[in-house]
């Protein structure tokens, strides 16, 4: 009897010991692998013992090699959840802090300082980013190709198989793409932004952009081979520029509906285009078999919009948006109407479509393609968008200046890599009007400006200079890939988390440099400039994501209240023991 009982003691502890200790043992070891994915309740707990720093600051641990391409507002697994209705699961969709790791996304193996620019514009490391997928379906049509150990880009598209330049020739025709006539482009569902990349050769700056697709990695692409791109799609709201924000917009075989929802997406594109600007269309519908309704909708939209019909050649379909408003029918057959006089048109941060026109004649001035100054020159003249803030025309030639002598004072004294091979993209996190990008032009450089969406709407000048940018709030993560910026700037970082008005903050300077280094490239340098008491504080936290800094004197002329951060994020390995 003794023994039956000790027999079945000996099974029960065993099945016991089964039963749970797996789990147990399994939660360890993911603890042991990934020591900085907390539960969600210690993200604020590990955020601010960062800050504080103590007698022992902590470093904040990697990510596990699964978040080598996180993108936290573009992330397949929340987005699947949601609407498909407009492609609204396609857009930005941003989880609150509390719910994500606080962790510093890892390099993939093998990752290698990327090809220096311009060689860059024609093959990059496949190391970088080794995804066949494009190369695979689309080497044929001359996207991109893998040979040896790089991708290899021989300009490439859809309707353009025999590349770009060539492509752009038959655009000339129609549309003056040389000269400095037209500088903003837009490329709407861009691929690997072959286009982009061909027209700076023309002195056209485009923003390319695509959401992130089944392609996997086209945004990524287009940035590694340095040409200016982002993550967007147009969805359910106003993408984020400015009215009146592009010379040129382009879409080759971009597939979007331009005259579905009642013609929304082409009253969006309209929005975004220059009055006599240019709109160009390749591939389907324009005289596409099949889609012949659809072909003749997209003619009746622009022929309500009054836009001039330049070209119809074989599949590319080229129009002129007009210079004015007055010539939209009161009464049309798609009850396209104006929109509403208090409708401010620059409005785009997390704000909805709306199935109007926008009214050119809410800007006073000249500021219509033809009308504006040529580039280079439109540059340093004063944007007549500058007048829409207060004493604005003054505090443009001060921002100029300002901006110029603070530029000449980073190269001379700080050692940095501007004005070489090693900077590509440059991202300038509180721009104003552009006074750095503007300062950087004869640099073998293009600048994202980002202008918070809480700040004084200063974007449209920035367009009106020539150069490029969105809104952004930096509470949240932006629209890119990790490790696409080489250079990154910010004049104020106190300020991109604070409420309007107040010292109050509305997030963690943790959380947004921890969002710094993932766009950051290995190698790559952050400029910060900042009161004392704040970049003491940045200078604690660029430790705990493994940055080097040093701080430096501001230049004479700027606030005696002010230094100078510059950080470089080093090349790390995904330790072993996370993998």
Known sequence: MRLRELLLATFLLLFFLLLFTPRRLSSVASSARRPALAAARDHSRLAAA????????????????????????????????????????????????????LCIVPPPDGYKVPVRWPESL??????NMPYNKIADRKGHQGWMKIEGPHFIFPGGGTMFPDGAGHYLEKLKKYVPLAGGVLRTALDMGCGVASFGGALLAEGVLTMSFAPRDSHKAQIQFALERGIPAFVAMLGTRRLPFPSFSFDLVHCSRCLIPFTAYNASYFTEVDRLLRPGGYLVI??????????????????????????????????????????????????????????????DSSVAWYFKLKNCVSRTSSVKGDFAVGSIPKWPDRLNKIPVRAGLLEGGTDIFEDDTRRWTRRVDYYKKSLNLKLGTTSVRNVMDMNAFFGGFAAALSSDPVWVMNVVPADKPSTLSAIYDRGLIGVYHDWCEPFSTYPRTYDFIHVDGIAMLIERQGSKRRRCSLVDLMVEMDRILRPEGTVLIRDSPEVIDKVNLIAHAVRW?????????????????????KTIWKLSSEYN
Not at 83 to 100: G, I, K, L, Q, V
Not at 122 to 127: C, D, E, G, T, V
Not at 548 to 566: A, N, R
């Open 50 to 101: 960062v800050e504080s720093g103590g007698s022992h600051p902590r470093r904040i641990e990697s990510c596990p090699a699964s978040y080598v391409d996180h993108m936290p507002c573009e992330d397949p697994r929340r987005s699947s959840h949601l609407s498909r209705e407009m492609n609204h699961y396609r857009e930005r969709h941003c989880p609150p802090p509390e719910e994500t790791p």
């Open 122 to 127: 024609n093959k990059i490391w496949h190391s």
């Open 282 to 343: 390749s591939g389907p519908p324009v005289q596409w078999a099949r889609q012949e309704k659809e072909w003749a909708d997209l003619q009746t939209v622009a022929r309500v919009l009054c836009y001039e019909v330049i070209a119809v050649d074989q599949n590319t379909a080229v129009w002129r948006k007009p210079t004015g408003d007055s010539c939209l029918p009161n009464q049309n057959e798609l009850g396209i109407q104006f929109c509403d006089e208090s409708d």
């Open 548 to 568: 080097t800094t040093v701080i430096h004197e501001k230049d004479s002329e700027s606030p005696e209240t002010e230094k100078i951060l510059v950080a470089t």
